[in-house]
């Protein structure tokens, strides 16, 4: 038997608002989310809370790659974490969640959790 499960999404603003290379903060279904435009409708979206200084700052982070990876560096303590996985590039063994992003008739939407 197959299940599907049906994701709810919920609008964080119009593409158009959001700034290439810079990230916004949303709430989504009670957590905060760390959503970031690259170019075009390149959008990701990973927690805003950064466990190494314990802050919501991810969104406020320097957005760039490392080896071809796109990640974003903390503004605390500079930790950079994969915009795809979620993992810290400088420590594997910690890692934020991630968030499925969609853009839909202009506006950015990110699955609920």
């Given amino acids: 038997m197959t299940m599907l499960v049906?994701?709810?999404?919920?609008?964080?603003?119009p593409?158009?608002?959001l700034i290439p290379g810079?990230?916004?903060?949303a709430l989504v279904g009670g957590l905060q989310v760390a959503v970031f435009r690259i170019a075009g409708e390149e959008i990701y979206a990973i927690s805003n809370f950064d466990p190494f200084s314990r802050a919501f700052v991810l969104s406020r982070g320097i957005?760039?790659?490392?080896?071809e990876r796109?990640?974003?560096a903390s503004p605390i303590y500079k930790q950079s974490f994969d915009l795809d996985t979620g993992v810290?590039?400088?420590?594997?063994t910690v890692?934020?969640?991630t968030f499925e992003v969609r853009v839909v008739d202009g506006m950015v939407q990110?699955?609920?959790?």
């Fill in 110 to 113: 990110v699955a609920s959790p």
């Fill in 88 to 92: 810290c590039l400088d420590d594997a």
């Fill in 70 to 72: 796109l990640k974003v």
């Fill in 63 to 67: 957005v760039g790659s490392r080896a």
């Fill in 22 to 25: 810079r990230g916004v903060c």
């Fill in 95 to 97: 890692s934020v969640r």
């Fill in 15 to 17: 593409l158009d608002k």
């Fill in 6 to 13: 049906s994701r709810t999404w919920v609008d964080v603003c």
